[in-house]
C-alpha cells in the first residue's frame, strides 16, 4: 500500500505538495485551536482563584481585583459625554429646560435644583452637591447611593438608619453604587441588599427569593429605580406602594385608601402633593418588552466578548449608545431605524408632557388668585383634588427616565388623563373667581425662565448656593477624613 502511495506520487508530484501544505495548514490550526483553549483555561482560571471578598465589602476598587474587566467598564459610568435628543448621561438642568417645573415644586426643594441623573460612578458626589440636601433631610435619602447602605443598616438595624439625619451619616456614606448593591461575594449571583423591595413583595404575597435569573436582572434595579415613600412622620421608613399595582392609577389608590400621604402642600396653589420619585421600573412593568421577558439589564447592560470571556457590560448606559449590542439583538433593523423610532415615540410623548406641564403651571397660579379673591376651602377641595391627580400622572411620567419609552402607549395614556384633569381644575377656578365677582382673565406672570420662575416664588437663590458652597468647604472633607481613616482599618 505504502509503495502505490509513492508511485501515485512520483506519477503526480502536484498531489504530493497538495498533501504536504495540508498537512501545515492541519497542523496550524490545531495549533491554534490548542493555543485558544490554554488561554480560555487561563482565563477560567483567573476567575476561579479569585479571591476571598468579605460580605459587605463596599469598596468597588477591591471587587476590580477579581473581576477586572466588569470594573473597568463600570468605572466608565463616570463619563458624561453621551446626550441622545432626550437624555444621555450628559448633565441636564432640567429647571433650565423646563422652567414651569419650579412652579409646579413650589414648597418643595426641588424648585431650587434638579438635574438629570448621572452615571453610578457620581452617585454619592450628585446628592452632597444638589441643592436638594440643603433642606433636612432623612438618613433615607441614602438608601440608593452607596454599597456602604447594606453595611451601615446592618450595624444600626434597618429602622434606625431610616430615622437618622442625613447629615449624620455623611462619613459612613462614600463608595459609590457597585459590585456589592447587586452581586453576592461569594458567588456572584445577583442578591437584594435593599429591605424594601423585598418587603414590597412580601405584602403583594409574593416570594423574591423564587425569582428567576432573568427577573433577577430587573429587579437588581428596582432597588432603586423606583417610586417610593417615607412612611411614618418620624420614621421615614422606605416604603414602595406596589400594593395594588404598578401603574400610576394603582398607586394613587394606594396613597389614598392604604396609607394616605402627602409629600409636600403647594406653596401657591395650597394642593396636597404626591411628588413622584422615578417610577422607571414600575413604567418598564406596565409596557411590551416587560411582557416579552425582556430584562434591564438586556438594554442596558449588553453582554460583551473579550479574549473568549463573554460578561456583562456594567457601564449601564442608554441603549442608544450602543444600540448594536442592545437594540439590534432582537430587532432586524437598521440603527438609523431604530434611534429615528424612538425619538418618533419620545417627540409624542415630549408634547404631551409640555402640554401637561403648562396647564399645571397655570393652574397652580389661578388656585392662588382664587385664594387671593376669597375662595373658601369648600369652593376649592374639588379644585385642589383634581390638581392633586393631574400632577401625580404628569410626574409618574416625567420622573421616570426614557420620556415614556419604557411604555410609550401607558406614558401616553397618563399624560392624557393629566392634561384632562388638569383642565377640568381650571375650569372650575373660573367658576369659582365668578362666584367672588372676578370674569376677567386672570393674569399669569412671566415664568419663561428658571430664573424668572424662582424669583416669583420667593426663592433665595444666591442664599441657598452659598450655603450649599459652605458645606462642601467645610463639612464634607470632614466626611471624607473619618472614612478614610475607617477604611484603612479593613
Given at each position: ?182 452581586h453576592d461575594p461569594k ?98 412593568m406596565t409596557g411590551i ?181 459652605d458645606f462642601l468647604a ?17
Amino acid at each position: 500500500m505504502k509503495r502505490r502511495i509513492m508511485d501515485i506520487v512520483q506519477e503526480k508530484p502536484w498531489l504530493g505538495w497538495t498533501i504536504f501544505l495540508g498537512t501545515i495548514v492541519v497542523v496550524f490550526l490545531i495549533g491554534l485551536l490548542g493555543a485558544s483553549i490554554v488561554e480560555r483555561r487561563g482565563e477560567t482560571e483567573l476567575i476561579v482563584q479569585a479571591k476571598a471578598i468579605p460580605d459587605w465589602e463596599p469598596r468597588n476598587e477591591v471587587w476590580g481585583e477579581n473581576y477586572p474587566r466588569e470594573y473597568e467598564t463600570y468605572k466608565s459610568t463616570a463619563d458624561g459625554d453621551f446626550l441622545s435628543k432626550h437624555g444621555g448621561n450628559a448633565k441636564i438642568d432640567y429647571l433650565e429646560k423646563y422652567p414651569n417645573l419650579v412652579i409646579l415644586w413650589a414648597g418643595y426643594a426641588f424648585s431650587r435644583d434638579y438635574n438629570q441623573g448621572r452615571g453610578h460612578y457620581h452617585a454619592v458626589e450628585d446628592i452632597r452637591n444638589t441643592l436638594r440636601t440643603g433642606v433636612p433631610q432623612p438618613g433615607t435619602c441614602w438608601s440608593c447611593k452607596s454599597t456602604d447602605v447594606p453595611r451601615v443598616m446592618n450595624e444600626k438595624g434597618v429602622g434606625a438608619f431610616y430615622k437618622d439625619k442625613w447629615m449624620n451619616l455623611g462619613d459612613e456614606i462614600v463608595n459609590n453604587i457597585g459590585c456589592q448593591d447587586c452581586h453576592d461575594p461569594k458567588t456572584m449571583n445577583l442578591r437584594i441588599t435593599r429591605p424594601a423591595l423585598i418587603e414590597a413583595f412580601q405584602r403583594q404575597g409574593r416570594d423574591i427569593n423564587q425569582a428567576t435569573h432573568q427577573e433577577m436582572r430587573s429587579l437588581v434595579c428596582a432597588q432603586c429605580h423606583v417610586e417610593y415613600y417615607f412612611k411614618g412622620k418620624e420614621e421615614k421608613y422606605l416604603t414602595f406602594p406596589w400594593d395594588k399595582g404598578y401603574s400610576a392609577d394603582d398607586m394613587e389608590r394606594y396613597y389614598d385608601e392604604v396609607s394616605p400621604h402627602t409629600d409636600f402642600v403647594h406653596a401657591l396653589s395650597r394642593t396636597p402633593i404626591l411628588k413622584a420619585q422615578h417610577p422607571d421600573y414600575e413604567l418598564f412593568m406596565t409596557g411590551i418588552h416587560a411582557k416579552r421577558g425582556v430584562s434591564c439589564a438586556d438594554c442596558h447592560m449588553p453582554y460583551r466578548s473579550e479574549g473568549g470571556v463573554k460578561f456583562t457590560n456594567h457601564k449601564i448606559m442608554s441603549p442608544l449608545q450602543d444600540v448594536a449590542a442592545s437594540c439590534q439583538v432582537c430587532h432586524r433593523e437598521s440603527e438609523a431605524n431604530l434611534v429615528r423610532d424612538v425619538y418618533e415615540r419620545q417627540d409624542k410623548i415630549e408634547e404631551l408632557r409640555m402640554r401637561a406641564e403648562s396647564g399645571l403651571a397655570k393652574a397652580h397660579i389661578e388656585a392662588k388668585f382664587a385664594w387671593d379673591k376669597g375662595a373658601t376651602e369648600t369652593e376649592m377641595a374639588p379644585v385642589l383634588k383634581l390638581i392633586r391627580q393631574s400632577q401625580w400622572r404628569w410626574d409618574w411620567v416625567a420622573a421616570a427616565n426614557s420620556l415614556g419609552f419604557h411604555s410609550p402607549v401607558e406614558a401616553a395614556r397618563t399624560l392624557g388623563a393629566s392634561i384632562e384633569k388638569a383642565e377640568q381644575a381650571r375650569t372650575l377656578l373660573v367658576r369659582v373667581l365668578a362666584k367672588h365677582g372676578y370674569t376677567d382673565e386672570i393674569p399669569i406672570p412671566d415664568i419663561s425662565t428658571k430664573a424668572k420662575a424662582q424669583a416669583y416664588i420667593g426663592l433665595d437663590m444666591e442664599k441657598f448656593n452659598t450655603e450649599k458652597k459652605d458645606f462642601l468647604a467645610t463639612e464634607v472633607p470632614k466626611w471624607d477624613a473619618a472614612a478614610k481613616a475607617r477604611q484603612a482599618k479593613y
